[in-house]
């Protein structure tokens, strides 16, 4: 079968890095391709690019084995080019079918909405994409908007369709449900280039893999032939390790322990609803469910940042109940926070100032109200070298790093800090395997030395790995808490859904 699209020879500069470097890529009608890499490989570049929003510095592109040159979106799109962004570009106060009809054309560029509802009807059960053509877009959940994106790529009659990290957003179901969609597309011949950095997902939907590290291509695959370990050396240049142990091990005495707590959200509505739950020494309790069903308020009354309206917590014992995040910290417990640019650093400030952030006012690195720089800088250094952070000098200011590596300063600082209790929140979101590896050791090895440790992850593989139990928390409430030995995704992700134990 003769490919719909070859790019050949696709490099990319921006200044300071080459985003794509000699890159080829190949894609056949009727198969899912998969665009692996780490953050900053180059993948977003290269459909960029594809889609004409970025040209090449170097290249071609065929389609149907016509050299082409795509010069704007529109173009792509009237060459059968569809692209789902990751963040999605549907006007939130239009209808699905008014979104579909914008910039179609017609008189005042709005067509006549008859016709394209019909077609949109046929289009949407051709492929089981499922969606009320007349419901206003902000009115959807995430995963009825991708299918409303998606819809409007196919009635533009997209015969190749790019999907970039479609899954991001999805629960477990809904990732099901658009794997079913993304099989029936193929059935109909189309191409999909999709990417994600999910492992099992690429293992169980690619056709075709290719993978891409620091702007070249390094590996071309199949699933048959790879194993997620094989896909992560080819991402990360390195074997890494995928296996987590979790070694059996008795729990001790009550460190975190919240009852019945109940908190208001941003809304003036219950974000935390009589929740209550134990962390014991030596335990991760995983808290899963999906965004915005209070996890974020959770941690914030916890850490002493946001006002509980009712309730109880306490750190070893002693009360934390409306305390200050000061005294949170005093009583025991380390944070480290989902938004680590806004909560967690100091973007401005040094890497050795965002690493003492909290220690600072204490000895050794003040004695009578004076900082002592010889021990900030061996303090600093030594955090740098342990948790292996990539930076040119322990003076540069921290928002010049990468995502994966501002995680591990955080992660650095306030791992080091002695607490007994660590809340720890998406810890490895935006991070590159390799250093993911390296956190969810660390968390491994806090376990075993007694800590008690929250884990509130919308992933739920790493809250399966590592957690000795999941509680999965829906608007606010336990859905269930169940022991990992007897958890599946399958299972969490229906709790998350809303759907009880069965
Ligand atoms: N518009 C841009 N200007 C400068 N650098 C960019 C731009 N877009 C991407 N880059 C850089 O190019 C590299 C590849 O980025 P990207 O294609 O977004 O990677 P991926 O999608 O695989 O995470 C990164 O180093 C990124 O910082
Ligand atoms: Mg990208």
Same mark, same amino acid.
Request: hydrophobic fraction near 40%; aromatic fraction near 4%; proline fraction near 4%.
């Given at each position: 079968?003769?490919?719909?699209?070859?790019?050949?020879?696709?490099?990319?500069?921006?200044?300071?890095?080459?985003?794509?470097?000699?890159?080829?890529?190949?894609?056949?009608?009727?198969?899912?391709?998969?665009?692996?890499?780490?953050?900053?490989?180059?993948?977003?570049?290269?459909?960029?690019?594809?889609?004409?929003?970025?040209?090449?510095?170097?290249?071609?592109?065929?389609?149907?084995?016509?050299?082409?040159?795509?010069?704007?979106?529109?173009?792509?799109?009237?060459?059968?080019?569809?692209?789902?962004?990751?963040?999605?570009?549907?006007?939130?106060?239009?209808?699905?079918?008014?979104?579909?009809?914008?910039?179609?054309?017609?008189?005042?560029?709005?067509?006549?909405?008859?016709?394209?509802?019909?077609?949109?009807?046929? $289009?949407?059960?051709?492929?089981? *994409?499922?969606? !009320?053509?007349? /419901? @206003?877009?902000?009115?959807? &959940?995430?995963? =009825?908007?991708?299918?409303?994106?998606?819809?409007?790529?196919?009635?533009?009659?997209?015969?190749?369709?790019?999907?970039?990290?479609?899954?991001?957003?999805?629960?477990?179901?809904?990732?099901?449900?658009?794997?079913?969609?993304?099989?029936?597309?193929?059935?109909?011949?189309?191409?999909?280039?999709?990417?994600?950095?999910?492992?099992?997902?690429?293992?169980?939907?690619?056709?075709?893999?290719?993978?891409?590290?620091?702007?070249?291509?390094?590996?071309?695959?199949?699933?048959?032939?790879?194993?997620?370990?094989?896909?992560?050396?080819?991402? $990360?240049?390195?074997?890494?390790? *995928?296996?987590? !142990?979790?070694? /059996? @091990?008795?729990?001790?005495? &009550?460190?975190? =322990?919240?009852?019945?707590?109940?908190?208001?959200?941003?809304?003036?509505?219950?974000?935390?609803?009589?929740?209550?739950?134990?962390?014991?020494?030596?335990?991760?309790?995983?808290?899963?469910?999906?965004?915005?069903?209070?996890?974020?308020?959770?941690?914030?009354?916890?850490?002493?940042?946001?006002?509980?309206?009712?309730?109880?917590?306490?750190?070893?014992?002693?009360?934390?109940?409306?305390?200050?995040?000061?005294?949170?910290?005093?009583?025991?417990?380390?944070?480290?926070?989902?938004?680590?640019?806004?909560?967690?650093?100091?973007?401005?400030?040094?890497?050795?100032?965002? *690493?003492?952030?909290?220690?600072?006012?204490?000895?050794?690195?003040?004695?009578?109200?004076?900082?002592?720089?010889?021990?900030?800088?061996?303090?600093?250094?030594?955090?740098?070298?342990?948790?292996?952070?990539?930076?040119?000098?322990?003076?540069?200011?921290?928002?010049?790093?990468?995502?994966?590596?501002?995680?591990?300063?955080?992660?650095?600082?306030?791992?080091?800090?002695?607490?007994?209790?660590?809340?720890?929140?998406?810890?490895?979101?935006?991070?590159?395997?390799?250093?993911?590896?390296?956190?969810?050791?660390?968390?491994?090895?806090?376990?075993?030395?007694?800590?008690?440790?929250?884990?509130?992850?919308?992933?739920?593989?790493?809250?399966?790995?590592?957690?000795?139990?999941?509680?999965?928390?829906?608007?606010?409430?336990?859905?269930?808490?169940?022991?990992?030995?007897?958890?599946?995704?399958?299972?969490?992700?229906?709790?998350?859904?809303?759907?009880?134990?069965?």
């Amino acid at each position: 079968m003769a490919p719909m699209l070859e790019m050949t020879g696709i490099t990319k500069r921006f200044p300071g890095v080459v985003a794509n470097d000699n890159v080829d890529l190949s894609v056949l009608p009727g198969r899912v391709h998969t665009l692996l890499g780490e953050n900053g490989a180059g993948k977003s570049t290269l459909m960029k690019i594809l889609y004409g929003l970025y040209q090449p510095d170097e290249g071609e592109i065929f389609l149907n084995g016509e050299a082409v040159e795509i010069t704007s979106p529109h173009d792509a799109i009237e060459r059968g080019i569809g692209m789902i962004h990751q963040h999605f570009m549907l006007v939130p106060t239009l209808t699905v079918a008014e979104n579909v009809a914008l910039g179609l054309g017609g008189r005042r560029g709005l067509a006549d909405m008859r016709p394209i509802r019909r077609r949109l009807a046929e $289009v949407s059960e051709q492929y089981g *994409l499922h969606v !009320d053509p007349d /419901a @206003q877009i902000w009115q959807l &959940a995430v995963g =009825e908007r991708q299918r409303a994106e998606i819809l409007k790529a196919l009635y533009r009659d997209a015969q190749l369709l790019v999907l970039d990290e479609p899954t991001a957003v999805l629960t477990p179901p809904e990732v099901d449900e658009l794997f079913a969609t993304l099989r029936q597309l193929t059935a109909d011949d189309k191409g999909l280039i999709f990417i994600s950095h999910k492992l099992h997902e690429v293992m169980e939907i690619s056709d075709d893999i290719t993978v891409l590290r620091d702007g070249k291509v390094s590996g071309r695959t199949v699933p048959a032939d790879s194993t997620r370990e094989s896909l992560a050396e080819l991402m $990360v240049g390195r074997l890494v390790s *995928l296996q987590r !142990d979790v070694p /059996a @091990q008795a729990h001790g005495e &009550a460190r975190l =322990e919240v009852s019945n707590l109940t908190v208001t959200g941003d809304r003036g509505t219950v974000a935390v609803d009589d929740l209550s739950f134990t962390a014991r020494a030596g335990e991760i309790l995983g808290v899963a469910g999906v965004s915005g069903n209070g996890q974020r308020e959770l941690a914030e009354a916890i850490f002493g940042l946001r006002d509980a309206d009712s309730g109880e917590v306490r750190i070893d014992g002693h009360s934390a109940r409306d305390a200050s995040p000061r005294e949170v910290r005093q009583l025991g417990l380390a944070y480290v926070p989902e938004e680590r640019m806004r909560d967690g650093a100091i973007g401005d400030f040094t890497v050795a100032e965002n *690493l003492v952030l909290v220690d600072f006012p204490t000895e050794p690195l003040s004695r009578r109200g004076l900082l002592q720089r010889q021990a900030i800088e061996s303090r600093s250094a030594d955090l740098v070298d342990r948790y292996s952070v990539k930076t040119p000098t322990l003076d540069t200011p921290t928002r010049s790093l990468s995502g994966g590596n501002i995680q591990k300063v955080v992660i650095a600082r306030e791992f080091s800090s002695g607490a007994d209790v660590f809340m720890v929140a998406q810890p490895t979101r935006g991070v590159d395997i390799g250093a993911a590896e390296y956190i969810h050791a660390q968390l491994l090895q806090q376990r075993a030395d007694g800590k008690a440790i929250l884990l509130i992850s919308e992933d739920l593989d790493e809250v399966l790995q590592l957690s000795d139990r999941v509680l999965v928390l829906l608007d606010g409430k336990e859905m269930g808490t169940v022991d990992r030995a007897h958890a599946t995704v399958q299972e969490i992700g229906l709790m998350m859904m809303g759907s009880a134990r069965t």
